[in-house]
């Protein structure tokens, strides 16, 4: 079982894309505008797409501003120089049999770009005499140096296991989209593309490499860093660039990383008990005619989802040789999901919290004080989950070596990615246990409920590209989505920026936002992921609005009928049961914790609820 | 925007605070007390990189009504009877939800002599707002630190039009201690870069003591916890600004 995959159709990368062999002005003035990364020209004799230049097209091309590649084939040192000094290029593409030392000398004056010709019995390990290339380019081996317009077998790239990016190149062409959008290695960076695009030699096609451009954007939902369509992103003050970039880096390196993974997989197993079962709820499926599963993330050590992440960021922590951890929670889960595993990891921890959360979840602070970390009262605002995020920023501002553990899929990139990425164990479990049960691995719907929506990112995840799987978001309407007192983003918002990255926000008409109200503390968040205002806003996902009181009941009734006391985030999620045409479906809840923090608030509605009875 | 040769004197304060309508004042009397430009923040509700001073401020300033088009209104007031350049300084989601190019449009009208954003990163700049910022000609001041790698500071400088705004040290607005041996250090490898554009030094600076450190090493210095703390101990802004530059 891998419990770590790469988000395939959520990709978070620039897809650089650089045209080849390029010469007509008009074809370069085009593409230079129309957001081609890299434009290349080729300085070799023997090719049929060598740059023939005057005076004319030299000032031409000196004076575009984009990227400026040279390909050059088993040249000398001192011709590369002049030419890419005469053209002012920034990169100069190596494409012979050029040495480690001729690169590095490059190096000093150029980026440079190392090609390989690529085949069955290529050693990767070649690369690595190469540590001074920016960009490695890797190609089909054939007869013509520097291009055949054939493709290699890309499975070959699964033994690249350097760490400089690549670039895919040879014989890439518009039938190539679904392959390029499955590419999932950690250093690809981007492609190359020259022949399929032509009308004849260095005469480019260009009205096709646009529309190229434009299935690739469409079917990788993230052209840009960090984005989701047009959510997400890094929105931090500059005194949080570093340690962003930090853990970035630090996270692309153990995504893949066999020995992390296996760590992370086996404390999730032992410490944390996992897989968690997915049940067969008879009463449900009876009540709604249909075949209704929980997954049982209330069964996970300490009670919620939350430790999945908590373990991954832990872990990385642990690589990145830090030794305090800070977190910001809600209902409590992520703060004593954070102090447990810093028990265990023998790190310090500080966790942030609201003090009206603090009040309404009393027992998980007595719990994160007894796990030996501190507490500190976030007193600004609402005095809830917003507040105590904003505390634990500031906080990290002021102590950047601190690794910031953020429980949900917000935040400025990595931080939607990366929780999702640890939070992915839940559906990889759903796929098998299904099969197991229903003998098919999807169901008909998924519901979860969303706060900023780490446990919804887990259940979806391995579903997002399956169309036929309906997922459903579902948000804390508190006293009503119109009464002021409510928490149902994906409703009330509209796009702005929150704690760093742009997302769907409670907004005022002045871009202040609002203070959310949920009896979940959990779910009384004035944002919402990036990932899911995308799915919601693309119609992959729906949202639906729970009320508090619609929560209380179905997590009451869960109670009596199962004997299962549910989170009221959970409750939530339970509660839209009675809001979709569920007939005949098979449906998975993500039961996302357990409801023993929540006892005061369910014990005192329900003995008003006796009373009105009495 | 034009600075003085050295010695510059900025002070930030809040738009809203103490009262709604308190920025022109204030303005007239940081000019008579011969301060060189104006700071005026936009206050958020969320305001992530301030300390507890500023976050007071401006809750105070939204309550009493504070709103980009309230401020706009002000910012013409002072601009008719004051030739101190005036810079914005708000976080991005108000502006955003204002309308990115409606907001520079307006600050071109009023001629507002720069934007400081704290929270719109240099590449989203670049790759989404540079064009907008420059079709209206509103220059747009970066911050950087102490710890900010030197290809990017590079970046930073080739894009600054007005001056670079350098962050003290790695804290919220507000710190209030002396300059470490590692700080002085740590702003003397800024000052060996020879950046092109003038640097103004913030956060932090909050006496004689600090003032004169950067103003030795920069262009000058921008002052914000320091004078609203001193608005609410009712410290006259002129007693303020003698006290801070000697």
Redesign the interface.
């Known amino acids: 079982m891998d419990l770590i995959k790469p988000l395939q159709s959520l990709k978070v990368r620039i897809m650089l894309i650089k045209v080849c062999g390029l010469s007509e002005e008009s074809e370069i003035t085009e593409l230079a505008n129309s957001g081609i990364d890299m434009l290349g020209f080729i300085f070799h004799k023997a090719s049929r797409r060598n740059l023939n230049y005057d005076e004319a097209k030299g000032a031409f091309i000196r004076n575009l501003a984009c990227e400026k590649v040279g390909v050059f084939v088993n040249e000398e040192f001192d011709y590369i120089l002049q030419t890419g000094f005469y053209f002012s290029l920034t990169h100069v593409q190596l494409h012979g049999n050029e040495s480690p030392g001729m690169v590095q000398a490059l190096s000093r004056y150029f980026k440079v770009i190392k090609a390989f010709s690529i085949h069955s019995k290529f050693d990767f390990r070649v690369c690595d005499l190469y540590p001074s290339a920016d960009l490695l380019l890797f190609d089909t081996k054939g007869d013509l140096a520097g291009g055949n317009g054939t493709q290699f077998d890309w499975k070959l790239l699964d033994s690249y296991q350097g760490d400089i990016p690549f670039l895919l190149s040879g014989g890439i062409g518009k039938n190539d989209v679904k392959a390029i959008k499955e590419m999932n290695h950690p250093f690809f960076e981007g492609i190359d593309v020259n022949s399929k695009f032509e009308i004849e030699p260095s005469r480019k096609n260009i009205p096709e490499i646009k529309t190229f451009m434009e299935e690739l954007n469409k079917s990788i939902s993230k052209t840009?860093k960090g984005y989701y369509g047009e959510f997400g992103?890094?929105?931090?003050?500059?005194?949080l660039?570093?340690p962003v970039q930090e853990l970035e880096t630090a996270f692309e390196r153990i995504k893949t990383n066999e020995e992390f993974k296996s760590k992370f997989k086996h404390l999730l197993r032992d410490y944390v008990g996992r897989p968690t079962p997915l049940y067969f709820s008879n009463k449900l499926s009876e009540k709604h005619d249909a075949t209704i599963f929980l997954k049982r993330e209330d069964l996970n050590h300490t009670g919620a989802h939350k430790i999945n992440n908590t373990i991954g960021q832990i872990l990385l922590a642990k690589e990145m040789g830090k030794t305090n951890i800070i977190a910001e929670t809600g209902a409590g889960q992520h703060g004593v999901a954070t102090a447990t595993v810093c028990a265990l990891m023998g790190l310090d921890c500080t966790v942030f919290m609201g003090t009206v959360d603090m009040e309404r979840q009393k027992p998980n602070v007595q719990r994160m004080k007894m796990l030996g970390a501190k507490v500190v009262p976030a007193e600004?605002?609402s005095k809830t989950l917003?507040d105590a995020t904003?505390e634990a920023?500031?906080y990290w501002?002021?102590?950047?070596s601190t690794f910031y553990v953020i429980g949900s899929v917000v935040g400025p990139h990595p931080y939607p990615e990366m929780v999702a990425h640890f939070q992915s164990v839940i559906s990889e479990e759903m796929r098998f246990q299904l099969q197991e049960k229903t003998q098919k691995m999807n169901p008909d719907i998924i519901v979860a409920c969303v706060g900023g929506g780490s446990n919804a990112a887990g259940a979806f995840y391995h579903y997002l590209e399956e169309d036929a799987v309906a997922l459903y978001c579902v948000e804390a309407a508190g006293l009503g989505i119109d009464s002021g007192k409510s928490a149902a983003t994906s409703h009330l918002g509209?796009?702005?920026?929150?704690?760093?990255s742009k997302s769907l926000?409670m907004?005022t008409?002045?871009?202040?936002?609002i203070e959310p109200h949920s009896i979940s503390a959990g779910l009384d968040y004035p944002g919402i992921g990036p990932l899911h205002a995308h799915l919601i806003k693309s119609g992959r996902a729906k949202s639906i609005a729970v009320t508090d009181a619609e929560a209380i009941k179905a997590g009451l009734d869960l109670t009596r009928i199962e004997g299962i006391i549910p989170a009221l985030e959970s409750a939530h999620a339970l509660a839209a049961l009675d809001k979709i045409e569920l007939k005949n479906k098979t449906v998975v809840v993500n039961l996302s914790g357990r409801g023993d923090k929540d006892l005061e608030t369910y014990l005192t509605k329900l003995n008003l609820a006796e009373n009105e009875i009495e | 925007m034009k600075l003085n040769k050295k010695n510059n004197c900025s002070i930030f304060l809040t738009a809203g605070y103490p009262q709604l309508n308190s920025a022109p004042k204030l303005v007239e009397e940081l000019e008579n007390a011969g301060i060189d430009f104006i700071e005026l923040g936009i206050p958020?509700?969320?305001p992530?990189?301030?300390?507890p001073v500023i976050?007071e401020t401006s809750t105070i300033a939204?309550n009493n009504g504070m709103?980009?088009d309230v401020l706009f209104e002000q910012v013409a007031e002072i601009k008719m009877n004051s030739a101190l350049p005036i810079v914005l300084m708000g976080?991005?989601?108000?502006?955003?939800?204002?309308g990115v190019e409606k907001f520079l449009k307006q600050c071109k009208a009023l001629g507002v002599d720069g934007l400081i954003i704290?929270?719109?990163?240099?590449d989203?700049y670049e790759?989404e707002y540079k064009a907008l910022f420059e079709t209206y000609d509103i220059p747009l001041i970066?911050?950087?630190?102490t710890?900010?790698?030197v290809d990017?500071i590079r970046r930073v400088e080739k894009m600054s039009k007005a001056f670079i705004y350098l962050?003290s040290s790695?804290?919220?607005t507000g710190?209030k201690a002396s300059f470490s041996k590692g700080q002085i250090q740590a702003f003397e490898r800024i000052k060996a870069l020879n950046l092109k554009v003038p640097i103004m030094v913030g956060f932090g600076i909050h006496n004689n003591e600090t003032y004169r450190t950067v103003c030795n090493l920069f262009d000058g210095a921008i002052i914000g916890t320091a004078y609203l703390k001193s608005i609410a101990n009712k410290v006259s802004t002129k007693a303020f600004v003698a006290d801070i530059i000697g």
């Open positions: 840009r992103g890094a929105y931090i003050p500059e005194l660039y570093n600004s605002g917003k904003n920023i500031r501002i002021n102590n950047p509209t796009v702005g920026i929150i704690h760093g926000v907004q008409d002045n871009g202040q936002i | 958020f509700s969320d992530l990189a301030d300390g976050q939204l709103t980009i976080y991005f989601n108000p502006i955003y939800t204002y704290p929270d719109l990163e240099i989203i790759f970066f911050l950087i630190t710890a900010t790698p990017r962050v790695s804290a919220t710190a």
